[in-house]
């Protein structure tokens, strides 16, 4: 098994539900084909689906679908009444990347990379990092052009893969 692997299962989300409620279940970006493949497992019926797409590559302009799953409490469709993912299994790949630190929002506050638990000073500096980072973020946007902005917001935390 190779050490990222390793890592990833130590990094365990059910351990913190019982504090955390899985907050980090919220409307995020999930490719169509994931969307499409897995509608009767849909737990929270969105209020609306916001498709949103972006060029892969700008030679054949071709595009990869993704939608954004509005609820009215802003959590993941998906999830369910226990806290755990109903698409598991096939889940999109920023809930896969959750939790492994290549962003300040691929973070979590209940523990680090390795599955260790913050600290209450650790998990109030991160909350730091993450309010700043949200901030400087939110001031980039301009009204007239807040899709194209969503999208690179999303892809600079890692929630969408940057065009090549």
């Not at 498709?51 to 802003?74: N, V, W």
């Not at 973070?107 to 980072?133: F, H, I, T, V, Y």
Request: aromatic share 8%.
């Amino acid at each position: 098994m190779n050490a990222w692997k390793a890592g990833r299962e130590m990094f365990d989300c059910k351990k913190f539900h019982d504090r955390c409620k899985a907050s980090c279940c919220y409307n995020v970006p999930i490719p169509k084909k994931i969307w499409d493949r897995n509608l009767e497992k849909i737990v929270t019926q969105p209020i609306r689906v916001i498709p949103q797409g972006y060029d892969l590559d700008p030679a054949d302009r071709t595009k990869k679908d993704f939608l954004l799953p509005e609820t009215a409490d802003g959590r993941c469709p998906f999830l369910r009444e226990d806290y755990l993912c109903n698409i598991h299994e096939d889940r999109p790949p920023v809930c896969r990347k959750y939790g492994d630190e290549s962003h300040v929002c691929m973070k979590c506050p209940m523990q680090d990379k390795d599955g260790n638990a913050r600290s209450r000073q650790g998990m109030r500096q991160l909350g730091r990092e993450q309010q700043k980072w949200a901030m400087t973020t939110l001031k980039r946007i301009s009204p007239e052009n807040k899709s194209k902005a969503f999208l690179e917001v999303a892809q600079d935390a890692g929630l969408l893969p940057a065009p090549p």
